[in-house]
């Protein structure tokens, strides 16, 4: 056991403001880069779902990707993709165009545009 004296003096030296002081700073640093290292974690944690939600799309992509070269290996699917990009029939077909009703009013009125200065002035008193 530690004679009474010694204990005394390492009880002194231990609850002195000095070593207070420099436990309080000591103390200050360790939190300090315990909340770095935390803050750094976060970071870490979001980049990494950002990186699973990526890679995520990334594979749906590619099963996409499959299926489309699959479906464009054989004669069939690259047959479509010819008509398709190309507007391409066999001889002895024809092609039908099918025109919405509202794009033939879009039409009429761009050709309406042209009616004149009067009819303008007008249309811009009636309108507003």
Do not use: C
């Not at 609850?15 to 909340?35: D, E, N, P, Q, T």
Request: charged share 30%.
């Amino acid at each position: 056991m530690i004679p009474f004296q010694e204990r005394k003096k390492l009880r002194k030296i231990l609850y002195s403001k000095i070593s207070i002081v420099m436990l309080a700073v000591m103390l200050f640093f360790a939190g300090k880069g315990a909340w770095g290292i935390h803050q750094k974690a976060q970071i870490a944690i979001s980049e990494r779902n950002i990186a699973q939600r990526s890679m995520l799309e990334m594979e749906e992509r590619t099963a996409e990707l499959q299926s489309s070269l699959i479906h464009l290996k054989s004669d069939i699917g690259v047959e479509e993709e010819i008509r398709q990009k190309y507007s391409v029939v066999r001889p002895g077909e024809e092609v039908v165009v099918i025109v919405d009703d509202r794009a033939k009013k879009s039409e009429n009125s761009e050709a309406g545009i042209g009616n004149g200065f009067w009819r303008s002035i007008v249309d811009f008193f009636t309108e507003s």
